[in-house]
Nanobody, 115 residues
Framework: QVQLVESGGGLVQPGGSLRLTCVASGIRFRVYVMAWYRQAPGQQRELVASILSSGTTNYPDSVKGRFTIARDNNRNTVSLQMNSLKPEDTAVYYC?????????WGQGTQVTVSS
């Protein structure tokens, strides 16, 4: 049974930081592309960071320089360090594991950036 469990969300003031963690089980983690997506109310789900099995990372311009994705293949975890958070970063953040046409989602964790 595949499980992706996110943690680390919460309420933070603008300019603050949060670190999200996703623990995966039931998959051969090291071969999967791992990614973080987010979805704000009334918006489409969007990619915020991805990391290949090789460690190569990719970010959209909206988070580049503020967010950092990392993976630990020994612990089957992927993290997202989010710095200089803005109110527009408020969303539910989802972890995704992708291998070819096979993809799995976590249940999501809420991140709210507000003063």
């Amino acid at each position: 049974q595949v499980q992706l469990v996110e943690s680390g969300g919460g309420l933070v003031q603008p300019g603050g930081s949060l670190r999200l963690t996703c623990v995966a089980s039931g998959i051969r983690f090291r071969v999967y592309v791992m990614a973080w997506y987010r979805q704000a109310p009334g918006q489409q789900r969007e990619l915020v960071a991805s990391i290949l099995s090789s460690g190569t990372t990719n970010y959209p311009d909206s988070v580049k320089g503020r967010f950092t994705i990392a993976r630990d293949n020994n612990r089957n975890t992927v993290s997202l360090q989010m710095n200089s958070l803005k109110p527009e970063d408020t969303a539910v953040y989802y972890c995704k594991a992708l291998y070819g046409a096979t993809g799995y989602w976590g249940q999501g964790t809420q991140v709210t950036v507000s003063s």
